[in-house]
């Protein structure tokens, strides 16, 4: 049955119907109109089969026409209205079921528009597209599944899936209690096509039945679009049954429980649904890999139905969860377990067993460390807890059997099992005493995360006895809380029952232990008296050795549990805090327990003399173990120690009489830690917190008393203003100097930081106390507080901890800055803090602090711009302004700060740190600290490299490395070798100076290291072993495969290591020298110097320490990577030495070995000689060379010594170096400058230079290499050319030198062999021009003369151009000169130099640079030669690539523009001024500048679809509104700007902007034609506004010219031509910002253009208002109606001038729409009331004026000389007939002419006028009275409506016409006239006000004037309704 009731037959497939046969052969032509349809139709029997099988014709036909005219297809309204004036019968719903058939199949989506449109024209289309009938079974599934497809991917409002379905997937009632992110997260799957049960059941059931292709396809299209949809509604479609419907639920659901972003929902959807899948989920992964549990319990917490899943699943997958959950602390595990196993159910307890086994079974297997986890391992607390749990359940003799076996590998795996309570009995398989009565305590002791002491509740103790041991230490505990017990007394006790011989005291202090162990998770429900008590008892404990081993390191982990995981002033931190206080004095035994509480950020504020005391505690130990070592070697005793702590740690070896913290035992507290507010590695290092200050007398600092700090808190406050002098002697009266440290933490802490609107009044309050002392503690503590807040991981996600620090920036500027003080260096770096922000994510801390701070200079008078350190911070957060794509908050604060120290943010010039390489590990302000701690060391007394090193925060001291032994002993070695340049005198006459400056290059020397150390040697050892693996996976020989890993991993490491230490070692080296000369009392300027000169002297001995180093290491990194391998090749060779070796890894590799080509692959046999030379190469490498050797040279040059240092140095040489160190040449091999042994004359320069070069040019021809880049940096080419320019550079005469040497390079440059040897001579060529300029001008001058053969040397000419040696332009025209003259060779060669430099890769010329030379090739006239027949070929080949390449860059590089400018007018801070800079920089850019009108038009054509596309995909995605047209506003901005610089620029006033602004139609017209019925018009309409708004605010010349071009714009796209255009048309003509304009203009010189455009409106309007109204002609209809009574009220003249071709245009039946142009009176005018009685019209002064007409009412009587005609017979009355004539010549074809009939009356009228004659005795009336009487009723009807016309205000064409019409009535005889003309006049009557005041004045003197007799007319009395019209109109 179908909707309506009728019978459908069921639809079978079959060829094409007779009216589809009869619609092909027609062709497309056929649908032109409905007529030629039906001619078609005739004969033929039509059912709904047909047109469904028509249809599908139509529709897929609709692919094979012209792309290029997309609508042209067949008429689908044409062929509806036919089919339903044939057969109205049809039912439109069979009519798309038969769309299944052969025929049926959707190419593109201009098919599924066919069938819509079908459907939007047939009689059902008030009802939605039945997308549903296409989920039905189909025959042609082909068919179905390509309209499926275009379905979904139609837009919603075309076809909506979702609302033709009956059960939807998805409804966002299924997330009401959901999250924010959920809700949004479903609201798009609920918008979704796909959202459609219907849907996926009907794909379901194609793919059970027809597993096609195309099915498969299509299904794997769903997926991809919306698997959760897909997924879920697989789901819920029951029962089940299909396989092809159970494989693809499991895969998905696998899918979404492996981890998807949309995982939550689903699977909260999918268990509300059918839970019962996704338990079968659950089961099937775990049972697929158990590891995956940890996945499934997230997820079940994720869902909240852990207990509803645990009641489910199997009782090993539910044991194996429980354990987890139960580690995670959501499961009592005791508890459940008991409950379980005690639940009666056969078979339970053996299956806890055997679980347990399994996992102990799994954990043995677990010590092989190549051994895969397999599944999830239980805890010890969790073995205990199943083995006391099962042991106390009933067991039959096997279970008891297998039990005691579980047990004995229990203790195996968990030796620790004892300690938990659990004992092995070889006669009882009972462990434990636990009864089942105590199972939650059992539970809540395997929880704690401890292990309880043992002998709680041993075995030997009975149940009473154990309840009585528990029942006496709890009484010992109330005893101590309630004061009956001191605590001194409670040690005491303890003491004595641990050594007790008793055994029941022993067994009261052991459960003492265990119950404050096991309380410790309740902690943070005590109250602060009983908490603080148990704080002194647990610290008590550990101070006097209370704690058994196991439980120390329990207890000490709690502590560190306390202050980690919890906030500062906590409970828990206040508690631990407390604790450690007790044991203060046993910290330092365990010296790794001390690094992890310094690791804790916020204890030094908390309590800053215990972080003191460790510190020292750790330094003193350092300390002692310092002085077991000799010579000075800094940091080998500190590695020793670290090694030494760390084996002893691992092995719990005691010292000093305790036992360590076992590493093993004791988890990392750091990898446990989850507090927020403490940070392992620190994010933000550039900020160092000074000392704790002390005063002269060195007071030690206290917590005053609770009653003092009421006091003081008091005073607090209530401190103000009015109060502050006496509140200001209270507070100096109780703060004493010992609170200092107490006081400005609380000042800091809950002031400051929380009371931004008080810093001023605290800041006046620190002034007044006037304590230097005190300020230097708040400064501290603000320090302290900002750095704890910087390195919070919780401060990048909390806004409020971001406030906080905000508030503390403030303070810390008014501290400072505010008050003229600076922000030392070495206490904040804010530049390295904002480059750490940058580089670690976390600029939102990190910049709002900084602004904070800096907004305090606006109140300084020295930090305040252009303050140097200011400008410089300024500087780079404009740079992250523009750079580092900030949020907008952030852009925000960087804003604000330039406001409030009032400069402009454009103004400040970015600097370029971002993107700059920096060292990886900061140690802030080295020079400060080493002025600070290193240089106030005593004369005299060596300072140690150590103690450089912990200067300072231990946080932030460099990590010690294991390279420390090797460095040490280099750093030993190297101190002889550092150069002393004898101009700085300090070094004679400070002694101490130079013990000084070795110290602070040895310290250099050790911060590069410890930087590069680590990836330098990591990059090197990887890279060898993968290669050494590969090449020796076929080779047993260990040693072999050794040498070569040493020889690869050492060019490697040191070659990476050189390059990268290099750039940062000299920065290094001067910043630590620099201070070093400064504190010695050298001036800045001088300091500096003597720092850069001593730095560049020491910079390669540096280079050879750290080369050294890195090499021992990365030979040892890599031993250790390929211990494995050696081991494995020594076995095989000792075991099988017959056969051939093939190493494990070798069959992973082996797919890739085989792709290698032969001379790379591997070979059995080993490695071969001559591939071992790649790794001897590697040994080769030139590097530095060591410092034994450097020595040996030295004693050879004849140095001894020291003697060096007091030599002096030749002020040559001292020149020559410090060039050669300024261009980067510095080699101090080779340079002899500290010897003065270098040559002295410039014979001898040259001599030796000379040879050096014929050296040079022989080597360089001996190597093949393709370039001089390709040189490693220590080539002896290279090596060469340094000596040479070092030689040249240490003479006086330089000029000459040169000179001779270039004469002797440009000879070997022409005879060189090889391409090294050409770029080398070029390279030496360059470097010697650079010494001397007029040599150089020499040498370029002869290369650049063309005029020898022997110069047409190609690779020699190249080499010279890439060197910049020739100067192409003045080339380009010596080599055109040559062509011209017919130089054959030299035409060659020019053709090819130009083809080698345009199409080299990267080109070395442009074709311009070689345009004169390419002109003389082109007009060569004789046969060319073959080189230039090339090169023009492929030159056209290149312009045509270019030309299309051009043209699309040039299409990016506009949309990137305008992108640019969108961007610039988001800008918070751009001006109008900012915009206009931006308009005249862009358009004066070259492709502007010097392109046409059209590439600016192609600009903002690009411009406008941009804007258009992202409006149009914003509003589909329904986002915010605000968003959607941000493009299009900043476009008008930008039109309208340019607007103004177009008449700027031509100077004209009134310059026609028309044609720059109808780029816009192309646009419009383009979319419009493309889009059709989908033409969305809102973001033009947008455009248009915008562009209005914009004019708007302009000047009024450029309003008015803008105005106008917007007016013909419109004109343009008027309704007629665009009618997709015309609500946004109508709106846009009557918009406030253009019609009253328009109207205003001087000299109303818009009144025409706005006339053209409301004419063009009324006539598109005409045919719709002459039928029956639609909705949404009705709503234009009233936009009008409103629009022309805007116009009546405010314009009324611009109607009155216009009224006659108003008239023409507004249809007859549209009587209150003429009525609103007709009423229109001047505003200077009072209307008489026409219902005066005796009004005398004739009488009225206004009555004689002749109102304006502008209308060209003449134009309709232009055609056939009928104007002409007229005025002949109107003054001769000839011809006689040509009255009988008018009536044909007011028609046009069959209808009449209205335009032309108005103008006629009024012609006539007018020209009556004129004659000032009686109405009814002139030529004029008897005309008109005429062509009444001729003309038929219509034309009569029309006739008398333009007299009608005429009936305005008060005026002489109102009363002429008036007399016309009462005369014509009075006149005639025929009652028929009479009646029309009453019909006439009573039609605009009866209609709403306003009414013309003519035609009332008319009416009424019909009525009431006796002699035209208007009530004897039987007319009048027709009909009762008639006649009282008639009465009610007359009163």
């Known amino acids: 049955m179908n909707e309506k009731g009728g019978i459908v037959e069921k639809p079978s497939l079959s060829s094409t119907s007779a009216l589809g046969t009869r619609l092909l052969n027609a062709g497309k032509e056929s649908c032109d109109s409905v007529e030629s349809i039906q001619a078609i139709l005739n004969g033929l029997k039509i059912t709904e089969k047909d047109v469904g099988q028509a249809l599908a014709v139509m529709s897929r036909s609709q692919n094979e026409r012209d792309i290029k005219a997309p609508m042209y297809g067949w008429n689908v309204q044409n062929f509806v209205t036919a089919i339903t004036r044939v057969a109205p019968e049809l039912d439109w719903y069979n009519v798309i079921k038969g769309l299944d058939c052969e025929d049926f199949f959707l190419y593109d989506p201009e098919g599924l528009n066919v069938l819509v449109h079908a459907w939007q024209c047939c009689p059902e289309k008030q009802h939605s597209f039945p ?305 089942a009565a105590n199972v939650t305590t059992a539970s809540n002791a395997s929880n704690t995360g401890g292990t309880p002491p043992a002998g709680t509740n041993s075995a ?41 011989p008793v055994k029941h005291e022993n067994d009261v202090y052991k459960c003492i232990i265990h119950n404050i162990l096991d309380e410790y998770h309740f902690f943070t429900k005590y109250p602060d008296k009983e908490l603080s008590i148990t704080a002194n008892l647990f610290g008590a404990m550990i101070q006097n050795r209370l704690m058994p081993p196991n439980a120390l390191s329990i207890a000490l982990r709690l502590v560190i549990d306390a202050l980690q995981n919890h906030e500062p002033g906590s409970k828990m931190s206040n508690f631990g805090i407390q604790a450690l206080l007790r044991f203060k004095g046993q910290i330092p035994e365990w010296p790794d327990y001390c690094r992890q509480l310094l690791q804790i950020s916020y204890l030094e504020q908390a309590s800053p003399d215990l972080v003191q005391f460790v510190r020292r505690a750790l330094q003193q130990q350092q300390q002692q173990q310092q002085q077991q070592d000799s010579n000075n070697t800094s940091r080998v005793a500190a590695a020793t120690v670290s090694a030494a702590a760390a084996q002893l740690d691992k092995n719990g070896t005691k010292v000093g009489g305790s036992k360590l913290l076992s590493v093993g035992a004791t988890p990392s507290i750091n990898a446990t830690t989850n507090d927020d507010r403490s940070v392992s590695e620190p994010v933000f290092t550039a900020l160092y917190v000074p000392e704790v200050p002390y005063d002269d007398g060195h007071h030690e600092y206290l917590t005053p008393d609770e009653s003092i700090q009421d006091k003081i808190l008091f005073i607090i406050n209530n401190i103000a203003r009015d109060n502050f002098d006496s509140k200001l002697d209270d507070l100096k009266q109780q703060l004493e100097m010992s609170f200092y440290q107490w006081f400005s933490d609380y000042l800091v802490v809950k002031r400051a930081s929380i009371e931004p609107n008080y810093h001023e009044l605290y800041l006046l309050l620190l002034d007044s106390l006037e304590s230097p002392l005190l300020y230097r503690h708040v400064l501290r503590e603000t320090y302290v507080n900002i750095k704890i807040l910087l390195n919070s991981a919780k401060t990048a996600t909390s806004s409020s901890e971001r406030s906080l620090l905000k508030n503390l920036g403030a303070w810390l500027g008014g501290l400072t800055l505010a008050k003229n003080r600076p922000i030392k260096q070495k206490n904040v770096s804010f530049k390295d803090l904002l480059l750490e922000g940058y580089d670690n994510k976390r600029l939102i801390v990190i910049i709002p602090f900084v602004c904070k701070v800096l907004e305090q200079g606006a109140k300084s008078r020295v930090f305040r711009p252009p303050n140097p350190w200011l400008m410089a911070v300024l500087k780079l957060l404009v740079e992250l302004y523009h750079s580092a794509d900030l949020r907008l908050n952030l852009k925000f604060e960087i804003e604000v700060l330039c406001k409030s120290l009032d400069v402009e943010l454009e103004e400040i010039e970015p600097t370029s740190l971002l993107h700059a390489e920096r060292p990886k590990q900061k140690v802030i302000s080295v020079a400060g600290r080493l002025g600070e701690q290193n240089l106030a060391t005593t004369p005299g007394k060596l300072m140690t490299a150590s103690s450089v090193h912990t200067a300072g925060s231990d946080a932030e001291a460099v990590p010690s490395s294991q390279a420390e032994p090797e460095l040490s002993t280099m750093l030993a070695e190297i101190a002889p070798y550092i150069t002393f340049n004898s101009q700085i005198n300090m070094y004679s ?181 001559g591939y071992l030379g790649v790794y001897e190469e590697f040994g080769r490498l030139p590097r530095l060379k060591t410092i034994n050797n450097a020595a040996n040279e030295t004693l050879i040059d004849g140095q001894v010594g020291m003697d060096q240092y007091s030599s002096p140095m030749t002020p040559g040489a001292a020149v020559a170096g410090n060039r050669n160190m300024n261009h980067g040449q510095y080699d101090a091999l080779s340079m002899q400058g500290s010897t003065g042994q270098g040559p002295t004359n410039s014979a001898q320069i040259i001599e030796r230079s000379a040879h050096l070069v014929l050296e040079l040019s022989t080597l360089a021809n ?87 053969e022997r110069k047409f040397v190609l690779p020699v000419t190249l080499a010279l151009i890439k060197g910049g040696m020739i100067h192409l332009p003045d080339y380009d025209r010596e080599l055109a000169r040559l062509v011209e003259q017919g130089h054959t060779s030299a035409t060659d060669y020019t053709a090819r130099l130009i083809h080698a430099t345009i199409f080299a890769d990267p080109p070395l010329a442009t074709r311009q640079d070689m345009i004169t030379s390419l002109e003389a090739l082109s007009r060569i006239r004789s046969p060319a030669p073959d080189s230039v027949k090339l090169l023009m070929n492929e030159l056209r080949q290149l312009t045509a690539i270019e030309r299309s390449e051009y043209e699309a860059s040039i299409r990016e590089q506009f949309r990137v523009q305008f992108v640019d400018w969108v961007k610039h007018c988001q800008l918070a801070a751009a001006t109008e001024q900012s915009r206009q800079a931006f308009i005249i920089q862009l358009f004066d850019q070259g492709i502007f500048k010097n392109g046409s009108n059209e590439t600016v038009s192609l600009f903002f054509r690009i411009a406008i679809e941009t804007s258009v596309e992202h409006a149009m995909r914003q509003m589909d995605k329904d986002t915010n509104k605000l968003s959607v047209y941000i493009p299009m506003d900043a476009l008008a901005k930008l039109l309208a700007g340019y607007s103004n610089l177009l008449i700027e620029n031509s100077g004209e006033r009134n310059h026609d902007l ?378």
């Open 460 to 500: 030997e103790n009975s149940p009473s006895e154990s309840a009585e041991i528990e029942t006496e230490a709890n009484e010992y505990y109330v005893q101590l809380y309630s004061g009956t017990l001191t605590m001194d007394q409670m040690i005491n006790l303890l003491i004595r029952f641990s050594s007790s």
């Open 989 to 1169: 006459t400070e002694p101490d100076l130079r013990r000084m400056v070795v110290q602070s290059i040895l310290q250099s020397i050790r911060e590069i290291v410890n930087a590069i150390v680590e990836r330098s040697v990591s990059i090197a050892a990887l890279s060898t072993r993968d290669i050494v693996a590969k090449d020796f996976a076929l080779d047993s020989d260990e040693e072999k495969m050794r040498e070569a890993a040493y020889m690869m991993v050492s060019g490697l490491a040191s070659g990476f290591a050189i390059v990268t230490c290099k750039e940062s070692l000299k920065p290094t080296l001067v910043s630590g020298l620099h201070a070093v000369f400064v504190h010695h009392g050298i001036a800045d300027t001088l300091a500096e110097q003597a720092a850069f000169v001593t730095a560049a002297d020491n910079m390669e001995l540096a280079c050879v320490v750290i080369e050294r180093v890195i090499i021992h290491k990365a030979k040892s990194q890599v031993d250790r990577a390929l211990m494995e391998s050696y081991a494995t090749r020594r076995n095989h060779r000792e075991q099988r030495p017959d056969q051939t070796y093939i190493d494990p890894e070798y069959a992973s590799m082996a797919r890739y070995v085989a792709r290698l080509p032969p001379p790379l692959r591997i070979t059995p046999g080993g490695v071969q000689p």
């Open 131 to 435: 997308v549903n009938k296409f989920f039905d079974k189909w025959q042609n599934v082909k068919g179905q599944v390509s309209a499926l497809y275009r379905i979904i991917s139609a837009p919603t409002n075309l076809v909506d899936v979702t609302s033709c379905s009956k059960k939807k997937i998805l409804d966002m009632e299924d997330f009401k209690s959901c999250s924010r992110e959920t809700r949004s997260m479903a609201l798009q799957l609920v918008q979704s096509q796909l959202n459609s049960l219907d849907l996926i059941e009907c794909v379901l059931n194609m793919g059970e039945d027809n597993p096609t292709e195309d099915v498969k396809l299509f299904l794997d299209m769903l997926l991809h679009q919306s698997p959760e949809l897909v997924f879920l509604g697989l789901v819920q479609i029951q029962p089940i049954k299909q396989s092809f419907h159970v494989t693809l639920l499991k895969q998905l659901l696998l899918h979404y429980l492996n981890g998807n972003p949309s995982s939550s929902l689903v699977l909260a959807k999918a268990h509300q649904d059918n839970p019962d899948i996704l338990r079968q989920g659950f089961v099937e992964m775990y049972n697929k890999d158990p590891t995956t549990l940890t996945r499934l319990m997230d997820i079940v917490m994720d869902l909240q139905i852990f207990p509803d899943v645990m009641s489910d699943l199997p009782f090993f997958m539910a044991m194996d969860m429980a354990a987890l959950a139960s580690r995670r602390q959501h499961l009592n595990l005791a508890k459940w377990l008991y409950e379980v196993l005690l639940s009666g159910k056969e078979g339970l307890v053996r299956a806890a067993i055997e679980f347990l086994d399994q996992k102990i079974i799994a954990e043995q297997k677990r010590n092989d460390p190549n051994a895969p986890l397999t599944t999830i391992p239980l805890s010890l607390d969790t073995a205990a807890t199943f083995l006391k749990i099962i042991s106390e359940c009933s067991l039959d003799p096997t279970e008891k059997g297998l039990l005691k076996e579980v047990q004995a590998k229990s203790f195996r795996v968990y030796p620790d099992l004892a300690n938990a309570g659990i004992q092995l009995d070889t006669t009882t398989t009972a462990t434990t005493g636990t009864s």
């Open 1262 to 1348: 001996q190597y093949h290499l393709p370039s001089f880049d390709s040189l490693p940096a220590q080539h002896d080419i290279r090596l060469i050319i340094r000596e040479i320019l070092l030689a040249v550079m240490s003479s006086y005469d330089k000029a000459e030198i040169v000179r001779e040497l270039a004469q002797r390079l440009m000879h070997l440059l022409y005879r060189s062999e090889t391409q090294l040897a050409i770029e080398t001579h070029v390279v030496l060529l360059d470097r010697l021009c650079e010494i001397s300029p007029e040599v150089a001008q020499q040498v370029k001058a002869w290369v650049g003369r063309a005029d020898d």
């Open 1554 to 1931: 028309t044609q720059f602004l109808s780029v816009i139609i192309v646009v419009l017209a383009r979319y419009h034609e493309a889009r059709q019925q989908q033409f969305d018009q809102r973001p033009f309409m947008r455009l248009f506004v915008s562009l209005l708004n914009e004019y708007h605010r302009s000047s009024d010349a450029l309003c008015l010219t803008a105005l106008s071009a917007i007016g013909n714009v419109l004109y343009v796209v008027q309704p007629r031509h665009f009618p997709g255009f015309t609500f946004a048309w109508f709106q846009l003509i009557s918009h406030r910002m253009f019609m009253p304009k328009l109207l205003l203009t001087e000299n109303q010189a818009g009144r025409a253009l706005f006339h053209r455009l409301l004419i063009s409106g009324l006539q598109f309007m005409g045919p719709y208002l002459s039928t029956e109204l639609r909705d949404t002609t009705r709503l234009l209809y009233k936009g009008t109606l409103r629009m022309l009574l805007v116009l009546l009220h405010d314009f009324p003249e611009f109607l009155c001038d216009y009224h006659q071709s108003f008239c023409d245009v507004i249809p007859a039946s549209c009587m209150q729409l003429r009525n609103l142009v007709l009423s229109a009176f001047p505003r200077n005018m009072r209307l008489p009331d026409p219902f005066t009685p005796q009004l005398k019209v004739d009488l009225l002064p206004e009555i004689r004026s002749e109102p304006q007409i502008l209308s060209d009412y003449t134009a309709a009587l232009e055609s056939g000389n009928f104007k002409e005609q007229i005025d002949e017979y109107l003054k001769t009355q000839t011809p006689p007939n040509f009255i009988d004539s008018i009536c044909d010549q007011l028609r046009t074809g069959d209808e009449y002419d209205v335009a032309k009939i108005n103008a006629f009356v009024f012609y006539v009228g007018l020209d009556g006028i004129g004659k000032q004659t009686q109405v009814h005795q002139s030529i004029h009336w008897k005309t008109l009275e005429q062509v009444l009487v001729d003309l038929d009723p219509e034309g009569r009807y029309l006739y008398l409506g333009a007299i009608a016309n005429q009936l305005r205000y008060p005026n002489s064409h109102t009363h002429y016409f008036s007399c016309v019409l009462l005369s014509l009535f009075k006149e005639t005889d025929d009652e028929f006239i009479k009646e029309q003309i009453t019909r006439v006049l009573l039609e605009r009557l009866i209609v709403n006000r306003p009414h013309p005041w003519g035609l009332l004045i008319t009416f009424i003197e019909l009525m009431k004037n006796p002699c035209y007799k208007f009530w004897e007319y039987k007319f009048v009395r027709c009909a009762t309704d008639i006649e009282r019209l008639f009465e009610s109109v007359s009163r």
